[in-house]
């Protein structure tokens, strides 16, 4: 079976461009969340979809930073424009309805903004 | 504020030795749950720890969460080359919010052969 898959695995812009990260769950999940890590702060939770509906944003760091989930299958993240303090990994990770804390991770991707 | 502490931040040490490390919280947790990430990859699930006291036993990996439910820890025997990695633990709150999991910044694990 397939895990959550994410892409692109590297990215590296310059300040002012904008990104877009893109997940696809594993299918039947139907919670979906967005994590940043770093060393400094470690993972992050930066917003959490249930049946696509965004529940909570309030990790997102500000309005540069945008996420959609159009339908079960597909998320972004969107930063615009991107920030050398952006630089992280960003992950994405689905779960399986609400009775369990189980919670699988895509590879991430390497964002690197110069 | 950090609401989980993992200690040690890292750790080195030879092959076949045994090792603990912690993760410890001020905050009750109705789960606690230990991740592995391996350099380039997301974390991994190991176990889940629902109930205070409770002890899970993953082949050489022993996970313990405390009576108080606001405490854990992983025990490994004989580490091997192939247990290096970050080890997360994640914890769980009941009610509003559940969904959510607060992480611990990891023990850096460096196995050497």
């Known amino acids: 079976d397939a895990g959550v898959i994410q892409s692109p695995r590297h990215e590296v812009t310059e300040m002012g461009q904008e990104v877009t990260l893109r997940c696809k769950p594993i299918?039947?999940?139907?919670?979906l969340f967005w994590y940043r890590q770093t060393m400094m702060r470690g993972l992050e939770l930066l917003i959490y979809?249930?049946?696509?509906?965004?529940?909570?944003d309030s990790g997102m760091p500000e309005d540069r930073f945008s996420a959609k989930m159009p339908n079960a299958s597909f998320s972004t993240l969107k930063i615009q424009p991107s920030e050398p303090r952006d630089s992280a990994v960003y992950f994405c990770a689905s779960r399986r309805g609400t009775g369990t804390y189980e919670q699988y991770f895509g590879p991430g991707t390497r964002l690197t903004v110069t | 504020t950090q609401l989980l502490e993992q200690s040690p931040q890292f750790l080195s040490i030879q092959e076949g030795e045994n090792l603990t490390v912690y993760c410890n919280s001020s905050?009750?947790?109705?789960?606690l749950q230990w991740y592995r990430q391996e350099p380039g990859e997301g974390p991994v699930l190991l176990v889940t720890v629902v109930t205070g006291g409770e002890v899970k036993k993953l082949k050489r990996l022993t996970f313990q969460f405390g009576d108080a439910r606001k405490d854990s820890s992983l025990h490994i025997t004989a580490a091997q080359p192939g247990d290096t990695g970050l080890y997360l633990c994640a914890g769980a709150k009941s009610g509003a919010g559940s969904y959510q999991l607060t992480f611990g910044k990891g023990t850096k694990l460096s196995v050497i052969p």
């Open positions: 299918s039947g999940h139907n919670s």
């Open positions: 905050s009750v947790f109705s789960s």
């Open positions: 979809f249930n049946n696509n509906v965004p529940i909570d």
